[in-house]
């Protein structure tokens, strides 16, 4: 049933661009709710309302699934008397597109064994998921011009233990699915890649390419062998099995096809589409109206968009009855713009949040102090942003939080109820010198230093009710609330200049759930930020340095994501997609990210660039590690 989507906009949703080239109708489109670059496969018919009600089920527990070296799956649609898939878009060559650009010759054993280490880890979570791809061809693998590997085609996979769909050259004919049945198409793809062909039947490998590792020759025919019970037994073995018959550590295998490889010679001559531009958005004006004068030197700030220009976020503000708040102009809406990619690869998986496999590289400047969860107590910790050794900060029996660091960084400012009631305490770096900063204020939370070091900002609940937003001078003195509300405040944070705190505030009747906002410390101003332009926002947030963004988490419990807001313009930008992250933190020079996440199963520390690319992980410890912060 053919079609033409090419420049329309399919569901109100996808924002079709052009057909793409090949055998099964397919369409690059913009997704406007995931913000980015996908393909919409068509199916020949509209099913029937059963299996359409299946397939619309398994497409939403197949979007679930993220991994760097998979393609996600976004779902299963049906628009106009048609059906179709929606997965990530890669504009690159497949497996076998490499494989037909040399005829009848192999792959060098260190490029097939690149393959190997990205397909098994992407099998391997998959089937720890608790899926089976079922369709693994070298049609479905792509190599992206910065040579990684990525399996497409989820959109086929099937719950382990149903029955295999209909079967081709690379499938067994099993009659139940498991781990097993992917690890026979591998073992396949294996073959093909060291013998340059996939002859009928299969003659031993050495026959076909001499040069294979004669224990890896006799390795393969186990991962083929007709009952699916003396396979391999899962991914990962096959990949180390390979790599023992190849003599070959596992940990020197590159994460990205070599320079010199069949590969990357075909990527030098890849035709690439033009890149994926997402579309405009339109600016929503709404009225204005005065309620009170914008002093003249906000103004000033804003037109400059100098480090204080988070105070132009009162523009953004609507109305609100705390002491001492004025109105002031409201002024246009402004649009949530789709995030700005730099190539086709990055729009294709989404901000690029992998599972990292990397250290974290050299030359990262400070220190990461974070919370980590040890013996059921909750300690803190610290770690190089360049990775290694995690040093315990604190060991007392008590609970220690939210930690932050001085602006010289040699002091740690945290909450701990090592006398009784959460107190701040200040504890200077490299000594057991512990100094406590408030005294029976309530029960205080977190914490942090003005620019100059001469206060403290921090949020304080009294006698039970909500924690309001509190200051104290770095020795202690002179505490004083400086605003109340009827829900919850956190994550207090000062911008750059000193003059304004942005902090999240939830409502009264949703604890748990959280606006930004923003205070003028001269006028005790408060201007909303978010407005509810991000629904499920956590309580933290932090200023970048140069005073334009302001970082967020937010989204449904389980599944919140990083979201970058420049406060001048309102755009809101995308950073994470899956994972659970949260608390994120800018390095003290702006170029990294700090952030807590789930992605790997456990709560680790993880950094990345400001773009939301080049992820990296920490940490990795069975209990939890949380809210990092980054000092010098």
Request: hydrophobic residues 40%; contains cysteine.
């Amino acid at each position: 049933m053919s079609t033409n989507w090419s420049n329309q906009v399919i569901l109100n949703r996808f924002h079709v661009d052009l057909r793409l080239p090949g055998v099964n109708e397919a369409y690059r489109a913009w997704d406007a709710h995931t913000n980015q670059a996908v393909a919409l496969r068509l199916l020949p018919e509209l099913p029937e309302d059963e299996i359409s009600r299946q397939m619309e089920n398994r497409g939403n527990e197949l979007a679930h699934i993220t991994h760097p070296g998979l393609s996600p799956c976004l779902g299963y649609f049906e628009f106009a008397a048609h059906a179709f898939w929606v997965e990530g878009y890669l504009d690159a060559p497949s497996l076998r597109d490499v494989l037909s650009s040399t005829p009848g010759q192999p792959l060098a054993l260190t490029e097939t064994l690149v393959y190997l280490k990205s397909l098994s880890a992407a099998l391997a979570a998959l089937h720890n998921a608790g899926w089976s791809h079922t369709d693994l061809r070298p049609e479905k693998i792509r190599v992206t011009r910065t040579g990684k590997i990525i399996l497409g085609g989820l959109f086929a996979a099937r719950r382990l233990g149903e029955i295999p769909p209909l079967t081709s050259r690379y499938t067994p004919p099993d009659k139940a699915l498991s781990p097993a049945f992917d690890l026979y198409s591998l073992g396949l793809i294996t073959y093909e890649m060291l013998a340059g062909s996939l002859p009928e039947p299969l003659p031993n490998l050495r026959q076909l390419n001499p040069n294979a590792p004669e224990f890896l020759a006799r390795q393969l025919p186990r991962a083929l062998d007709p009952y699916p019970s003396t396979r391999v037994g899962n991914a990962t073995e096959f990949f180390l099995t390979a790599c023992l018959a190849c003599r070959v550590e596992a940990g020197n295998i590159p994460e990205r096809i070599p320079l010199d490889s069949a590969s990357a010679s075909l990527l030098g001559i890849w035709d690439f589409l033009p890149p994926l531009e997402p579309p405009q958005t339109l600016e929503l004006k709404g009225p204005l109206k005065e309620k009170r004068r914008l002093p003249a030197w906000g103004w000033v700030l804003i037109a400059a968009a100098s480090l204080g220009v988070g105070i132009s976020a009162w523009i953004l503000s609507g109305k609100l009855n705390p002491p001492k708040v004025q109105e002031p102009l409201a002024a246009t809406e402004l649009p949530i713009s789709a995030p700005v990619f730099n190539d086709l690869e990055t729009a294709s998986l989404p901000t690029a949040t992998p599972v990292p496999t990397l250290e974290a590289p050299d030359g990262l400047g400070g220190k990461i102090v974070f919370t980590c969860t040890r013996d059921d107590l909750n300690q803190l910790c610290m770690v190089a942003p360049a990775g290694g050794e995690v040093v315990r900060v604190t060991s007392e029996r008590a609970h220690n939080y939210y930690p932050a660091f001085s602006p010289a960084g040699n002091m740690l400012l945290y909450a701990s109820n090592r006398d009784g009631n959460f107190e701040l305490y200040l504890k200077l770096l490299g000594t057991d010198i512990l100094a406590r900063l408030t005294d029976n204020l309530g029960e205080v939370s977190s914490s942090a230093f003005s620019p100059d070091g001469s206060q403290v900002a921090f949020s304080n609940s009294v006698d039970g009710k909500p924690s309001g937003l509190w200051l104290v001078n770095k020795d202690g003195t002179n505490p004083q609330k400086i605003y109340e509300s009827a829900g919850n405040i956190a994550g207090a944070v000062w911008s750059p200049n000193g003059k304004s705190l942005a902090f999240a505030m939830s409502s009264a009747e949703a604890l748990q759930t959280y606006e930004v906002y923003i205070i003028d410390l001269e006028t005790l101003t408060v201007g909303p930020v978010t407005k509810g332009h991000l629904p499920d926002a956590g309580g933290s947030v932090d200023w970048s340095p140069d005073g334009r963004s302001l970082l967020l988490f937010a989204g449904p419990p389980g599944d919140k994501n990083i979201f970058l807001f420049d406060i001048v313009s309102g755009h809101i930008r995308q950073l994470t997609n899956g994972g659970n992250n949260a608390a994120p933190v800018f390095s003290p020079d702006g170029r990294w990210i700090a952030f807590n996440s789930q992605r790997t199963g456990n709560a680790d520390i993880f950094i990345m660039q400001p773009d939301g690319s080049d992820v990296r992980q920490l940490t990795d410890d069975p209990e939890p590690d949380w809210q990092p912060r980054w000092g010098r």
